[in-house]
């Protein structure tokens, strides 16, 4: 299970813009990595905030930190050991 983020900045509007993403992937080394989709895994957000340039990363940092604590959440076999 996997959580990624991709946080862009726009300087003239002042504003972050951050791509969520959750997917499944192996863990084998010789499989060719793929990222695969999972009903239960949160969908695809996009997240945009107004914040001065100095705080874009905190900000960012804060953001994905949420989604990871989501992505954790819908997991099913973190809830239910019997998995």
């Known amino acids: 299970m996997c959580a990624s983020a ?7 509007a002042g ?3 951050v791509r969520l993403e959750s997917f499944l992937r192996t863990t084998s080394l010789r499989a060719r990595e793929k990222h695969v989709a ?22 960012a940092r804060n953001i994905f930190h949420g989604w ?8 099913p076999s973190l ?4 998995l």
């Open 15 to 17: 504003r972050l813009v």
């Open 68 to 75: 990871v604590r989501k992505v954790r959440q819908a997991a």
């Open 6 to 12: 991709d946080a862009t900045y726009d300087d003239g």
């Open 38 to 59: 999972a009903s239960w895994l949160p969908k695809a957000e996009t997240v945009t905030e107004s914040v001065d340039p100095g705080e874009t990363a905190e900000a």
């Open 79 to 82: 809830h239910n050991p019997d």
